[in-house]
Nanobody, 126 residues
Framework: QVQLVESGGGSVQAGGSLRLSCAASGITFSDYYCMAWFRQGPGKEREGVALISREGMTTYADSVKGRFTISKDNGKNTLYLQMDSLKPEDTAMYYC???????????????????WGEGTLVNVSS
């Protein structure tokens, strides 16, 4: 059984930092081409935040470039998202996702072999 479990969310003031983690079981990171973080804010649609390919290539949403860093530890089967200089508009539920196969871009996470975590809540106050 595949499980993705996020942790590290919480409440922080604007300008602060948080580090999200996603622990995976039932899959092996090195077997999966693409790992990603998505978020869904209040009244908003889910959006891609950052993704990392099997080879370690990263992609970021324009809104988080220069502030967020995605990384992974294949040995620990864990995905991370370091979030710095947080803004109130970063408030959202953050989800970890894994996609099997060759495609590694945000829109590819609408189809194919996909696994999602339950999410962790990030609240940034002004």
């Amino acid at each position: 059984q595949v499980q993705l479990v996020e942790s590290g969310g919480g409440s922080v003031q604007a300008g602060g930092s948080l580090r999200l983690s996603c622990a995976a079981s039932g899959i092996t990171f090195s077997d999966y081409y693409c790992m990603a973080w998505f978020r869904q804010g209040p009244g908003k649609e889910r959006e891609g935040v950052a993704l990392i390919s099997r080879e370690g290539m990263t992609t970021y949403a324009d809104s988080v470039k220069g502030r967020f860093t995605i990384s992974k530890d294949n040995g620990k089967n864990t995905l991370y998202l370091q979030m710095d200089s947080l803004k109130p508009e970063d408030t959202a539920m953050y989800y970890c996702a894994a996609r099997g196969g060759q495609l590694c871009y945000f829109s590819a996470f609408s189809k194919g072999m996909l696994y999602w975590g339950e999410g962790t809540l990030v609240n940034v106050s002004s």
